[in-house]
């Protein structure tokens, strides 16, 4: 892709904008385009640490699945088979993958968000 | 047509004052999307009154398709109240003369509701310690009190939560292996049925107006009342979604859970084990990622336009992470 700008450089100047203006708006208005920055600066985390995220979480089924296949594929066979009772709480592995996944994701959708188990600051 | 809210309190005020009232104040509060809260004044020659309406603004949605009317809710708050829970009191619930549509008016209460203040704010410092205590026994008024008759409350349990959420989750088709895991293992630890009570079914900190000297002042937002386990109750105010950055603090972010159930044991209230309140706690991390995805539908679906449904759905990453914690400490 280009460099001149990438596209998370595209959405960081979005969400500046939006930072920008949002002063002059209605309280209404004012709370949409925080939650519109909110969503240009998921987009541009997305971007940035998405592949390696969904690599790493491509790695992690695969290893509790014992075999290869795409993110969807393998989503959707660990979806079914827990579903069917075959994989549970106790399946050696699959707590571990899982907690992995949910790190990755929550540091793209809100990175500030304190999961349980977060020890005081 | 947008209703002239307005134009409307100015009638309002003149029916509730007598005719010599006038409007002196009328400011909608940040709300939902299908509700609206005003906060309005009015004097008149037999006193000045500080009000706040509550009104429907939107036709039902999923989001809200579980929720009482608001003259339900008003007959809720009354009964409670009588019975002794710290609830506004009910002043006047519309009809069709005041043109306000589903709708009713409370007297106003002062204190906090924003559940980051209650958590952090250090106007709060000195009863933060004494709230969750107090929030164990708040519950105990709501769940004694006898639900008022012909409200029809829908009966839930365990079981029929999880069969209500799992139906909305394959209706989404989203993929979730955490969801679906959280589906399994709940279905497996089910607690023994209880006698069920009158709930308040959105105690969470946000929906509790808090005084920095009194502690609770009053319980709001009664749309999801119903009747069911009071461990539901008990749950949701711990579900860390609702504990605005104190993970740490399992009660709403500011207190324990001994002291909530000290408090409940303390006023009465029947006892309830710890591992009880921890199934509905993890039920409500469920439940409010489920809730999210079809908020993200809503939007997909065009039912809604508004930017915050989208964003809400990247909000199901958060049950996720609070739920594989709970998965791997077990109830």
């Excluded at chain 2, 709060?124 to 409200?151: K, M």
Aim: with cysteine; aromatic share 6%.
């Amino acid at each position: 892709m280009i460099t001149h700008p990438r596209t998370d450089e595209l959405a960081e100047s979005v969400r500046l904008w939006i930072d920008e203006i949002r002063p002059t708006l209605d309280p209404r208005n004012a709370f949409l385009a925080r939650v519109a920055a909110n969503a240009m600066a998921t987009i541009a985390r997305e971007l940035m640490q998405g592949p390696a995220a969904e690599a790493s979480a491509v790695a992690g089924m695969a290893a509790v699945l014992g075999h290869d296949g795409t993110f969807a594929e393998l989503n959707s066979e660990l979806c079914a088979r827990i579903r069917a009772g075959e994989l549970t709480v106790e399946t050696p592995g699959l707590l571990t993958a899982l907690a992995a996944i949910a790190r990755n994701q929550i540091a793209i959708d809100q990175p500030s968000y304190k999961p349980e188990g977060t020890p005081a600051a | 047509m947008e209703l002239d809210v307005r134009a409307a309190l100015e009638k309002l005020a003149r029916r509730l004052g007598g005719e010599g009232a006038k409007l002196t104040e009328a400011g909608r509060l940040s709300g939902g999307a299908s509700m609206e809260t005003w906060a309005f004044a009015f004097e008149a020659p037999g006193g000045a009154e500080r009000l706040i309406l509550r009104r429907r603004s939107a036709p039902f949605d999923e989001e809200t398709a579980r929720s009482v009317s608001l003259a339900t809710e008003a007959k809720l708050i009354q009964a409670t109240g009588a019975n002794g829970a710290r609830v506004p009191q009910v002043r006047h619930v519309c009809d069709e003369a005041d043109g306000l549509g589903e709708a009713y008016v409370m007297v106003r209460v002062d204190g906090e509701t924003l559940g980051k203040k209650i958590v952090s704010d250090p106007r709060f410092d000195a009863v933060r310690p004494g709230l969750a205590r107090q929030c164990g026994e708040s519950l105990v008024a709501i769940h004694r009190t006898p639900p008022p008759p012909g409200l029809n409350l829908k009966a839930v349990d365990g079981t029929a939560e999880l069969d209500r959420y799992e139906e909305v989750y394959r209706a989404t088709r989203a993929e979730r292996p955490i969801l679906e895991l959280a589906f399994q293992y709940l279905r497996k630890h089910v607690p023994a049925p209880v006698e069920p009570v009158l709930l308040h079914g959105d105690f969470r900190n946000g929906n509790i107006m808090f005084d920095p000297q009194a502690g609770v002042a009053a319980i709001l937002d009664w749309e999801l009342a119903h009747i069911g386990d009071p461990a539901e109750d008990m749950g949701w105010i711990c579900t860390n979604s609702w504990r605005f950055g104190r993970p740490d603090r399992p009660v709403g972010g500011f207190g324990e859970y001994e002291d909530l159930l000290a408090g409940y044991a303390s006023a009465g209230g029947r006892r309830i084990e710890l591992s009880r309140v921890r199934f509905w706690q993890m039920l409500g991390s469920l439940r409010w990622g489920v809730m999210c995805l079809t908020m993200y539908l809503s939007w997909r679906d065009g039912i809604t336009k508004s930017v915050e449904r989208p964003m809400i759905g990247r909000r199901v990453s958060e049950t996720e992470a609070d739920l594989v914690v709970l998965l791997e400490e077990g109830l």
